[in-house]
């Protein structure tokens, strides 16, 4: 989760305790063109094919359609409201960073948002793991799942989501780079017995995926066995995929 989603959830209760003007039009801010409706979300435009966003402008709590760069205006305003501006500047630098050495591996071609989120979640997740923390690793292979489905690779996200699964049933923790032996033993970095659970959203966006892909169960097994059984080795989790797939199983 980004900067950006942690200050949106604070101040969207904060405007629940103040009246929220709605100015939002049934037009295109990028062509001008009149739309079947108002944009409740983030949609293409039927005409023009460019993005629209909802936001609400915190100077004066009013909901706006509005182009890709003004819900970058709106969005680094609602950081100096709720004091991130610095930690927000630090991931668009980082953003940029990541964008120019993408640029280049592609032979000069622009690579695309997802793209350079893609590479920065690489680097997250490997830190994640240097580190030991398998709780944050999770969240890393779940935003990775959420872009895969953004993309509609929905075979490569349900792998994705399954492992999320997997690794949810090992009872994932943060040990945050702690690598005392004695302490590891009392707390491990893994351990089903008490740290094991299933996330309701995911189970539900897996079977989604199963229905839209027309899936029967030993195809679901097969995938969630063969996907998971490298991992099972490589990080040597304690829950075997064949024994975490019972559990699964249940839920879809």
């Known amino acids: 989760m ?4 942690l200050f949106r959830s604070k101040t969207n209760t904060d405007n629940q305790q103040r009246e929220t003007k ?12 009149a739309l079947s409706k108002i944009p ?12 629209m966003f909802v936001r609400t402008r915190p100077k004066d709590n009013t909901s706006v359609v509005v182009t890709k760069a003004e819900a970058d205006k709106i969005d680094e305003e609602w950081t100096i409201v709720a004091g991130t501006h610095d930690i927000f500047v630090a991931e668009k630098e980082e ?6 050495i993408l640029r280049k591996r592609f032979g000069g071609k622009e690579p695309s948002d ?9 680097k997250q997740i490997i830190e994640n793991a240097k580190n030991g923390d398998w709780g944050l690793y999770r969240n890393t292979r779940f935003q990775m799942a959420e872009i895969l489905r953004g993309e509609m690779k929905l075979k490569e996200a349900l792998r994705t989501y399954l492992e999320v699964c997997y690794l949810d049933l090992n009872g994932p923790r943060n040990i945050g780079g702690m690598n005392d032996p004695e302490l590891l033993k009392e707390f491990p970095p893994f351990n089903p017995k008490e740290s094991a659970f299933l996330a309701p959203g995911v189970i539900d966006l ?6 839209k892909l027309k899936l029967g ?14 991992s099972e080795k ?12 019972q559990s699964l199983e249940k839920e879809i």
């Not at 980004?2 to 989603?5: C, E, H, N, R, T």
């Not at 709605?22 to 063109?33: I, V």
């Not at 949609?43 to 993005?51: A, I, L, N, S, V």
């Not at 997802?114 to 690489?122: A, F, K, P, V």
Request: charged share 35%; hydrophobic share 35%.
């Open 95 to 100: 953003f940029a960073k990541e964008k120019e």
């Open 217 to 230: 169960k030993d195809e679901i097994k097969q995938i969630f066995v063969e996907h998971n059984s490298r």
């Open 22 to 33: 709605d100015e939002r039009k049934a037009e295109c801010p990028n062509c001008h063109k």
């Open 2 to 5: 980004g900067i950006l989603d």
């Open 234 to 245: 490589s990080l040597r989790l304690p829950l075997s995929a064949e024994k975490a797939w």
């Open 114 to 122: 997802n793209d350079i989120r893609w590479g920065l979640l690489n």
């Open 206 to 211: 897996i079977k989604r995926i199963v229905l």
């Open 40 to 51: 409740g979300a983030k949609t293409k435009c039927q005409h023009c094919g460019e993005f």
